[in-house]
């Protein structure tokens, strides 16, 4: 690892790089501790990102269904579907699956009700889904139900007794005519990676996981096209690309776990944002599922396709309530061969935003990733990760500290060319004193050290305090970015929440993608506090309504987000939302009571 300060020369900055440079591109590999906590709290590798919904759509009957029965077309009054619910909760409870110290999520949000139109699972359904699926893909017994009803950070957590596990479009086309007919709820669940609760249910909607459909469908290495099923780990996929020099062209802290139709269905960004830009514009066609049954192919795998209605984007981010993603093409980008990465410690946010700013400029064709994190953030990696080093720093020297971090990561396909871009950008941020000291990564895995730093944090954050950690995914301008996470600090202070004499072992800490906007705010160790949250939300929110932002950059709306949708959408927009929700199911079946206002 080479250290650079404001005292380095521009030679000695450029032959550093030079030294250091080309090597091949990093695939930061899950941490072996994130893996470990992640299976200490959640039966599944889940880990911490966006990604886990599932677009759901609306089909109407399949030739290719398995079923060959009529559905009843009695009505079961609404007192008769409520007692059925009941009797099935007290069962639930009774059951291991119960088990969990998880407070029911119902039982949590209380002002949320059972749609009183939903049926209740009974035997036949049981035998029909069977009917439908290959064996070993409907899950009953309460211990395999159980990781399907929680999310990895133990916030959320559904009462569904039945998960379905499809491995292929026929078969979610089947399922869904089915659901829709009987009006059974139906949640879509990828990767379970999410952070509002959107990929969980709320109550005893049936699960229908795609991580049975797994399989490649084909790969165009001429123009990089690749098409898959929706339950294709990101990780896989980018490994399997990698082979034959292409990769995906996201990159997620979850990529080990979360599946690219959840990556679809919640709009992911992630790291590469700021190089390859959002799936609106990588993916090019999908395959969808409506909740009637039907299949629907929009457009086809092409760059160019002018033919009406590009109905693909309301699938992207529709986090499964219009209709579930069954397979994705998507514009896959070649591997870069030569990668660089240095950390940079600045004085100030406004320092980090001129360096952004000269990034931008100086390093432009190359420049893959611009990350920044606060001190605040940085200290919690040190505290709760003993493997963590400080870049700055020699074995057994104190650790160096800074306000704020910078990350940088460049890609290209000319060593000696990349180099000297980045050595001369390094130069000019030393002598204009915009950065305090920088070290450059030498190989591979001094490269994955630096990205630890950044990638832990969220981690971190979950391990502070007491738990009950605050996660926000919020968006605005980047020059007012770290504006909301000073004022939310100032305000727990001024409560006498946070601080001081607080008597509460927690932070408030700030990170994020620079290149698009997007910041990670946490308020470690809340303890699921009604006092902090309520300090927080909405007065959150309305920063970011001010400050001309999202409340949502990544992760989605959920169950968490939906009733505050209005502090990034008019009333007019909600509306029309919610009249093409009803347009594409109207039985309200897929992934009820989230996304947007009940």
């Known amino acids: 690892m ?106 949590r949000n209380p002002h949320l009700k059972r749609n009183p139109s939903f049926a209740s699972i009974e035997q036949r359904d049981i035998d029909a889904f069977r009917s439908i699926l290959s064996a070993g ?8 139900v159980a990781p399907f009803n929680e999310d990895w950070q133990r916030k959320f957590r559904g009462a569904a007794s039945v998960v379905l596990k499809p491995k292929t479009t026929q078969e979610v086309a089947a399922i869904l005519k089915y659901c829709n007919e009987r009006g059974i709820a139906v949640v879509p669940q990828g990767g379970n990676t999410g952070l509002v609760g959107g990929s969980v249910p709320v109550f005893d909607e049936v699960v229908l996981s795609t ?71 990588t993916v090019l066609s999908m395959e969808v599922v409506t909740a009637d049954g039907r299949i629907l192919q929009l457009g086809q795998p092409l760059r160019k396709d002018n033919t009406g209605f590009d109905l693909k984007h309301l699938f992207i981010g529709g986090e499964g309530t219009l209709g579930v993603v069954s397979s994705v093409s998507i514009l896959a980008p070649r591997r870069p061969t030569s990668v660089n990465v240095a950390v940079l410690a600045t004085d100030s946010f406004p320092s980090v935003l001129k360096v952004f700013s000269q990034a931008k400029t100086e390093l432009n064709e190359i420049l893959s990733a611009f990350e920044f994190w606060d001190g605040s953030a940085s200290d919690l990696v040190f505290k709760h990760h003993a493997s963590a080093r400080d870049p700055f720093s020699s074995p057994g020297e104190l650790r160096q500290t800074h306000p704020f971090y910078v990350l940088i990561e460049t890609a290209g396909s000319n060593k000696d060319h990349d180099s000297e871009k980045l050595g001369a950008f390094l130069e000019r941020l030393l002598d204009g004193g915009l950065v305090a000291t920088g070290a450059l990564a030498e190989s591979e895995a001094q490269q994955a050290a630096m990205w630890s730093l950044r990638e832990s944090i969220t981690e971190a954050c979950s391990k502070d305090g007491r738990g009950g950690n605050l996660k926000y995914d919020v968006s605005m301008p980047v020059s007012v970015l770290y504006e909301c996470v000073e004022a939310i600090r100032g305000r727990l202070a001024e409560k ?54 999202s409340i949502s950059a990544e992760h989605g709306l959920g169950l968490a987000k939906a009733p505050y949708i209005g502090y990034s ?28 206002p009940q």
Not at 137 to 144: C, E, I, V, Y
Not at 523 to 546: C, F, I, M, N, S
Not at 569 to 596: H, R, T
């Open 2 to 107: 080479v250290l650079v300060s404001r005292t380095a020369t521009a030679t000695t900055a450029a032959a550093a790089i030079r030294s250091a440079a080309s090597q091949p591109l990093l695939r930061r590999p899950l941490a072996a501790a994130t893996a470990a906590v992640a299976a200490a709290h959640y039966p599944h590798p889940q880990l911490h990102h966006p990604c886990s919904f599932f677009s759901s759509s609306a089909f109407n009957a399949s030739s290719n269904s398995r079923i060959t029965t009529t559905t009843t077309t009695t009505t079961t009054s609404s007192a008769a579907k409520a007692n059925a619910f009941t009797a099935a909760r007290g069962r639930f409870l009774a059951s291991s699956s119960a088990k969990s110290d998880i407070v029911l999520t119902s039982d």
């Open 137 to 144: 893909s409907l899950l009953t017994d309460p211990d395999d």
């Open 211 to 281: 991580s049975s459909m797994n399989s490649i469908q084909s790969f165009d290495e001429v123009s990089g096209i690749l098409t898959c099923q929706a339950g294709c780990v990101l990780e896989v996929l980018d490994k399997w690309l990698g082979e034959k020099g292409f990769m995906m062209p996201l990159d997620l802290g979850a990529k080990g776990s979360c599946q690219i139709g959840g990556n679809v269905s919640t709009n992911a960004g992630g790291l590469r944002l700021i190089r390859y830009g959002s799936l609106h514009g």
């Open 496 to 549: 006498g929440l946070y601080g001081p004499g607080s008597g509460r072992e927690g932070v408030v800490v700030g990170f994020g993608h620079m290149g698009d906007g997007n910041l990670h705010l946490n308020v470690t160790g809340a303890a699921w506090d009604d006092r902090v949250l309520a300090e927080v939300e909405p007065y959150l929110y309305e920063l970011v309504k001010e400050r001309n932002g």
């Open 569 to 596: 959408k008019s009333e007019e927009c909600v509306q029309a939302m919610k009249a093409l929700k009803a347009l594409w199911d109207p039985k309200g079946i897929l992934n009820p009571y989230k996304f947007l």
